[in-house]
C-alpha cells in the first residue's frame, strides 16, 4: 500500500500551501525595484533609511537641503554596489522644490512609489519654556517638520493615484506621548503627523495608498545637538524602557521597511511605536 500523502509543508517553509486561499502579496516583504523618497537623508536617521532600502534592491532618492550632505549619502551607496540612489536637493519647505523632485523621478524612472517623510527639525532647537520660544524659530520647526510633510505628500501623491498603489510613511516622536517639557515646538510638530496620517489614509485609501506613521524613541545618530544628552539622561531612558539598550537607527529600519511592502496592504491610518517598549498602546 502506498504511504499517505503528507499536505503538511516543511517547518522552515515560507510558502503558505496552495489551497490556502492566501494571496501572493500577502508573502511579499521586497522592495527591489521601487523608487522609494527619503526626505531629510543626508544623515540621522533618513541616511541609514536610504542606506537599507538601496540595500534591498530600491531606487532611492537621497532628498535633502543641503546637497553635498546628499551626495556623500548617495555615493556611499553607489561605492558599496548593493544599491542605486539619486542625490536630490529637496527643501521640503517650498512646494515647488518637491514638485520638482517628483518630476524629476516621474522623468527618470515613471514611477515613485514610496515616500518616507523624514524631513525634521530637532538637533540644533533651543530647549527652553514654552512661553520663551523664540517665534521665527516656531515658525521654523511649523514649516518643516509639519507643512514639509504636507508639500512632500501633494507632489507624489498624483504618481501614486495614477498607480493605483503607493506607501507614505511620517515619521513622528515619543515626545509626542510622553509630553516631554521645554520642547513644545517640536512636540507639537510631530503630534500633528499622527493627525495628518489618520486623514490622509482616508483620503488616500480609495487610490490605493496606505498611510502609516512610526514613532521612535529617542534614537542616537552621528547628528551633534545643541543640548547633548548626558549620560545620567540616557541611564533614565534605559530605565523606562523594555529593552535595555540604546535606540539606534537600524531599530526602526524593519517596521519602515515593512510599510512600504506589499505584506502591508492592509494596514493604514496607524502609528507605530518603535521605542524599545518605553511606551505603550492599549
Same mark, same amino acid.
Given at each position: 500500500?502506498?504511504? =499517505?500523502?503528507?499536505?503538511?509543508?516543511?517547518?522552515?517553509?515560507?510558502?503558505?500551501?496552495?489551497?490556502?486561499?492566501? =494571496?501572493?502579496?500577502?508573502?511579499?516583504?521586497?522592495?527591489?525595484?521601487?523608487?522609494?523618497? +527619503?526626505?531629510?537623508?543626508?544623515?540621522?536617521?533618513?541616511?541609514?533609511?536610504?542606506?537599507?532600502?538601496?540595500?534591498?534592491?530600491?531606487? +532611492?532618492? +537621497?532628498?535633502?537641503?543641503?546637497?553635498?550632505?546628499?551626495?556623500?549619502?548617495?555615493?556611499?551607496?553607489?561605492?558599496?554596489?548593493?544599491?542605486?540612489?539619486?542625490?536630490?536637493?529637496?527643501?521640503?519647505?517650498?512646494?515647488?522644490?518637491?514638485?520638482?523632485?517628483?518630476?524629476?523621478?516621474?522623468?527618470?524612472?515613471?514611477?515613485?512609489?514610496?515616500?518616507?517623510?523624514?524631513?525634521?527639525?530637532?538637533?540644533?532647537?533651543?530647549?527652553? =519654556?514654552?512661553?520663551?520660544?523664540?517665534?521665527?524659530?516656531?515658525?521654523?520647526?511649523?514649516?518643516?517638520?509639519?507643512?514639509?510633510?504636507?508639500?512632500?505628500?501633494?507632489?507624489?501623491?498624483?504618481?501614486?493615484?495614477?498607480?493605483?498603489?503607493?506607501?507614505?510613511?511620517?515619521?513622528?516622536?515619543?515626545? +509626542?506621548?510622553?509630553?516631554?517639557?521645554?520642547?513644545?515646538?517640536?512636540?507639537?510638530?510631530?503630534?500633528?503627523?499622527?493627525?495628518? $496620517?489618520?486623514?490622509?489614509?482616508?483620503?488616500?485609501?480609495?487610490?490605493?495608498?496606505?498611510?502609516?506613521?512610526?514613532?521612535?524613541?529617542?534614537?542616537?545618530?552621528?547628528?551633534?545637538?545643541?543640548?547633548?544628552?548626558?549620560?545620567?539622561?540616557?541611564?533614565?531612558?534605559?530605565?523606562?524602557?523594555?529593552?535595555?539598550?540604546?535606540?539606534? =537607527?537600524?531599530?526602526?529600519?524593519?517596521?519602515?521597511?515593512?510599510?512600504?511592502?506589499?505584506?502591508?496592504?492592509?494596514?493604514?491610518?496607524?502609528?507605530?511605536?518603535?521605542?524599545?517598549?518605553? $511606551?505603550?498602546?492599549?
Amino acid at each position: 500500500m502506498d504511504a =499517505p500523502t503528507s499536505t503538511s509543508t516543511h517547518a522552515t517553509s515560507t510558502q503558505a500551501p496552495a489551497d490556502s486561499g492566501v =494571496p501572493g502579496h500577502a508573502r511579499d516583504f521586497a522592495v527591489e525595484g521601487r523608487v522609494v523618497v +527619503v526626505t531629510g537623508s543626508g544623515q540621522g536617521i533618513g541616511r541609514e533609511l536610504a542606506r537599507q532600502f538601496a540595500a534591498a534592491g530600491a531606487i +532611492v532618492a +537621497v532628498a535633502d537641503i543641503d546637497l553635498d550632505k546628499a551626495r556623500q549619502v548617495a555615493e556611499e551607496i553607489g561605492e558599496t554596489g548593493s544599491g542605486r540612489a539619486v542625490a536630490l536637493q529637496v527643501d521640503v519647505c517650498d512646494a515647488a522644490s518637491t514638485r520638482a523632485m517628483a518630476a524629476r523621478l516621474l522623468a527618470e524612472h515613471g514611477r515613485i512609489d514610496v515616500l518616507v517623510n523624514n524631513a525634521a527639525i530637532f538637533a540644533s532647537l533651543n530647549k527652553g =519654556p514654552f512661553d520663551e520660544i523664540d517665534p521665527a524659530e516656531w515658525d521654523q520647526v511649523l514649516r518643516v517638520n509639519v507643512t514639509g510633510v504636507w508639500n512632500a505628500a501633494c507632489a507624489v501623491a498624483p504618481a501614486m493615484r495614477a498607480a493605483g498603489w503607493g506607501r507614505i510613511v511620517n515619521i513622528s516622536s515619543d515626545a +509626542v506621548t510622553k509630553g516631554v517639557p521645554n520642547y513644545l515646538h517640536y512636540v507639537a510638530s510631530k503630534s500633528a503627523l499622527i493627525g495628518m $496620517t489618520n486623514s490622509l489614509a482616508r483620503e488616500l485609501g480609495p487610490h490605493g495608498i496606505t498611510v502609516n506613521c512610526v514613532r521612535p524613541g529617542s534614537v542616537a545618530t552621528e547628528v551633534d545637538r545643541v543640548h547633548n544628552p548626558t549620560a545620567d539622561f540616557r541611564t533614565r531612558i534605559l530605565s523606562q524602557q523594555c529593552l535595555q539598550r540604546g535606540q539606534v =537607527p537600524e531599530d526602526i529600519v524593519g517596521i519602515i521597511m515593512f510599510f512600504a511592502t506589499p505584506a502591508a496592504s492592509f494596514i493604514t491610518g496607524q502609528t507605530i511605536a518603535a521605542d524599545g517598549g518605553m $511606551t505603550h498602546n492599549s
